[in-house]
């Protein structure tokens, strides 16, 4: 079995403000996310027999989406701040349309679809639980970086990615890059 999920890569020019951004929080309880790591998830599909991959990779080529610039930047909290599980950094753009397309395209799996309306965003860490004397640190540097801006990039591809779980954390690996023409 393969956990796979389809992303958008981050530029590797984000990577450092990235770092910069999650050490503002490194003093509290958080498990922060390797920025090598970081993407805009456009669907996680979960496990599938590694025999199906190959299926996936190509019906992923029925997506139809021209390129498009992207804003990333701004600072949010899933589900709310006073009870934040994920930090994460905002993406403007045409994710939903993109979001849209992959979901159509992989329809014929039937995959789970997401119940939560799709909003782009990169995972900057998680919170399983942060202690009272943390909360108001944490909504103090949610306030100050909330603006912040990495800056623009062109989403011209999408990418299959392979997703092992260890101890350490995850494990990325591109199985499959699609070109948005």
Known sequence: MARIFVAVDLPEEFRDEVRGIQSRF???KLKLV???L????MKFIGEVK???????????????CRPFDALIGGIGVFPK??????????????????????????????????????????TLARIKFMPAGQKDEFLELLDE?????????????????????????P???????????
């Open 26 to 28: 490194s003093g509290l």
């Open 50 to 64: 590694e025999s199906a991959v190959p299926e996936v990779a190509e019906a992923l080529g029925n997506v139809k």
């Open 145 to 169: 970086l909330g603006d912040v801006e990495l800056g623009k990039m062109v989403v011209d591809r999408i990418s299959l990615k392979k997703s092992t779980l260890t101890p350490q954390g």
């Open 171 to 181: 494990i990325y690996e591109t199985l499959h890059e699609v070109l948005l023409e």
């Open 81 to 122: 701040p006073k009870a934040p599980r994920v930090l994460w950094l905002g993406a403007e753009g045409n994710f939903e349309l993109l979001h849209d397309e992959v979901e159509s395209s992989l329809s014929k799996f039937r995959f789970k679809k997401d119940k939560k309306k799709f909003t782009a965003h990169a």
């Open 38 to 41: 970081v993407h805009v998830t």
């Open 34 to 36: 390797d920025p090598e």
